[in-house]
T-cell receptor
Framework: AQTVTQSQPEMSVQEAETVTLSCTYDTSESDYYLFWYKQPPSRQMILVIR??????QNATENRFSVNFQKAAKSFSLKISDSQLGDAAMYFCAYRSRNRDDKIIFGKGTRLHILP | NAGVTQTPKFRILKIGQSMTLQCTQD?????MYWYRQDPGMGLKLIYYSVGAGITDKGEVPNGYNVSRSTTEDFPLRLELAAPSQTSVYFCASSPGQVGLYEQYFGPGTRLTVT
């Protein structure tokens, strides 16, 4: 069965600095999607970034980028120029492209932004 | 567009009671999902639907039932509530398979069973 592991329950970063959140996953499949979701205090989940496993190029969305290492099964999220509004829980998630529409979430990393 | 709406926002149930969590989306999305989020955990899929009249079990379906009679609505039914069902419940929708398309979440329902 697929698993997603986020080994950092909490992290802090100074405003305007860069922070990297870690995620590893376990799967025997070769074709899948990986996601980072943000859950602010309002609780509503928001998609931050998405990566398709067959694309070697790392996805980027403005200040958010990923480091996707397929062989190592690693999918870290880098937030550049951290802003107070980035404070939230961040969840890494996995979905097999070839299976039913079931997404596996990690336990999350709580990110604090220090002014 | 209101997006994905959920009612109620909060609810306290006694053990053994039943209730229905409502979810409606106005984006004409075919795919809809129900997740639960326990404290300190990520989301776990309860049920999902790929279209009206079609539902399928997710990772944690026991103790729940769903129906999908229309594209817009995807209610989640709890029969005989148990303390283990205390959680925050999220409904979500997507135009198609997640990954190909973005998944949109509702604001959640916080349920306490005592």
């Amino acid at each position: 069965a697929q698993t997603v592991t986020q080994s950092q329950p909490e992290m802090s970063v100074q405003e305007a600095e860069t922070v990297t959140l870690s995620c590893t996953y376990d799967t025997s499949e070769s074709d899948y999607y990986l996601f980072w979701y943000k859950q602010p205090p309002s609780r509503q989940m928001i998609l931050v970034i998405r990566q398709e496993a067959y694309k070697q190029q790392n996805a980027t969305e403005n200040r958010f980028s990923v480091n996707f290492q397929k062989a190592a099964k690693s999918f870290s999220l880098k937030i550049s120029d951290s802003q107070l509004g980035d404070a939230a829980m961040y969840f890494c998630a996995y979905r097999s492209r070839n299976r039913d529409d079931k997404i596996i979430f990690g336990k999350g990393t709580r990110l604090h932004i220090l002014p | 567009n209101a997006g994905v709406t959920q009612t109620p926002k909060f609810r306290i149930l006694k053990i053994g009671q039943s209730m229905t969590l409502q979810c409606t989306q106005d984006m004409n999305h075919n795919y809809m999902y129900w997740y639960r989020q326990d404290p300190g955990m990520g989301l776990k899929l309860i049920y999902y639907s790929v279209g009206a009249g079609i539902t399928d079990k997710g990772e944690v379906p026991n103790g729940y039932n769903v129906s999908r009679s229309t594209t817009e609505d995807f209610p989640l039914r709890l029969e005989l509530a148990a303390p283990s069902q205390t959680s925050v419940y999220f409904c979500a929708s997507s135009p198609g398979q997640v990954g190909l398309y973005e998944q949109y979440f509702g604001p959640g329902t916080r349920l306490t069973v005592t």
